[in-house]
């Protein structure tokens, strides 16, 4: 009874065995499933990116052209004022007594240019007819004239002092957004460049300034001869990203690029303009920008996932008619949202596969998954 039932377990793990080595040749010998894509061929517009920093569309500098005590604020930080709109009030006695003064210089000279008026008046007659000397007419004339000067200088003096009283108040120069104020009620403030009290910036449009090199500059201007156009005569072309990595929704334009490379670091200052709707965007802020720097015609790309580099060589597998896996050397060229630019190895009849595998090897025959993709999506979709 025992030897029946070892000779029993033997033959069944013979047949056991059999069956699992059958399966392995059989799956052994199923040919690999592998997507493959199409090259594509298309016409390219080649990005660069570049920092840049937000200025408003006009940044003016609020300055104190009289001295004295800020006695009042009208305005909340942080908020918009408009154009003539009171900021602050600067203690407005010591320039009210000036104005008086000047008015009071004023009427002395004008009471003093009567007299000689009338004296010169009185004298002219008399002096026809010889009852006075010449010498008095001279001298009347000479008076007559410097009480007119008088009154002119103190014309001058008490527009002077108008002006400087109309100074204590200080106004908006134009409409925007006014920042925090660097003096506050009870503070002396003196006039001069450095004495900055705030900063008024309209924020409609939004500038955006930044570098780029001269061998960059160089390469953008042999471009733009080529295209046969001029910076800012392409409408609304840069776009923005900013610091979270949202994109901006609305494009830019190209302003306009300095007038010379800075030859200290051997960069180019250049200006873009992006309208401000929302208010979103502030001066200050740091921002990406992509512009439009390099055009290839009927340029030959493949995805990225599809290209394996190996010490410093870029290979992709490519797939023949009898669906076996080649491995063909490419020159790749700069990159283009999920795809590289081939500029050397493949033509567009060239079918590649999408995404390496460890069991994928040279001459390996595969069963081809047709997929479709485009260079501009960053989607893949199976054929059925």
């Not at 200080?170 to 104020?181: D, F, K, L």
């Not at 250049?270 to 709707?277: D, R, S, V």
């Not at 060239?350 to 001459?363: S, Y």
Request: proline share 4%; charged share 20%; aromatic share 6%.
């Amino acid at each position: 009874m025992k030897n029946l039932c070892l000779v029993f377990l033997i033959v069944i793990t013979a047949l056991g065995s059999s069956s699992c080595k059958d399966k392995k040749e059989v799956q052994a010998a199923l040919p690999l499933e592998v997507p493959v894509v199409q090259v594509m061929q298309q016409d390219v517009a080649l990005e660069s990116e570049y920092t840049g920093q937000t200025y408003g569309e006009s940044d003016v500098e609020i300055r104190t052209r009289v001295e004295g005590w800020v006695l009042s604020m009208h305005f909340k930080e942080g908020s918009m004022v408009s154009r003539g709109q009171l900021l602050y009030t600067i203690d407005p006695l010591p320039y009210q007594n000036m104005v008086d003064q000047a008015s009071a210089a004023l009427a002395e000279a004008q009471t003093g240019l009567i007299k000689a008026k009338n004296d010169l008046e009185r004298i002219e007659p008399l002096a026809a007819i010889g009852a006075v000397s010449q010498r008095e007419l001279v001298a009347a004339q000479a008076q007559n004239d410097a009480s007119k000067s008088k009154v002119e200088s103190c014309e001058a003096s008490l527009r002077n002092a108008r002006i400087q009283l109309g100074y204590c108040r200080v106004v908006a120069p134009i409409s925007g957004i006014i920042g925090i104020s660097s003096v506050k009620v009870g503070d002396y403030v003196s006039p001069g460049p450095q004495f900055i009290v705030n900063t008024v910036s309209n924020i409609d449009n939004i500038r955006v300034r930044f570098t780029i090199s001269e061998k960059e500059y160089l390469r953008i201007m042999r471009l733009i001869q080529v295209m046969g156009f001029s910076i800012g005569e392409r409408g609304d072309v840069v776009k923005m990203i900013l610091s979270d990595g949202t994109p901006y929704p609305l494009k830019g334009k190209m302003n306009f690029a300095d007038r010379q490379v800075d030859p200290s670091t051997g960069a180019m200052t250049l200006e873009a303009q992006f309208k401000n709707t929302d208010n979103l965007l502030r001066p200050g802020q740091y921002v990406k920008l992509k512009l439009v720097t390099d055009f290839r015609d009927d340029a030959i790309l493949i995805p990225q996932r599809a290209v394996i580099e190996m010490q410093g060589l870029f290979r992709v597998f490519t797939v023949a008619d009898s669906n076996k896996a080649e491995i063909r050397n490419i020159k790749i060229g700069p990159a283009y949202n999920i795809s590289y630019i081939v500029e050397a190895g493949l033509t567009t009849n060239d079918r590649i596969v999408l995404g390496g595998t460890q069991l994928l090897r040279e001459g390996s025959v595969i069963k081809p998954m047709e997929t479709l993709w485009s260079p501009d999506s960053t989607t893949f979709s199976s054929v059925k």
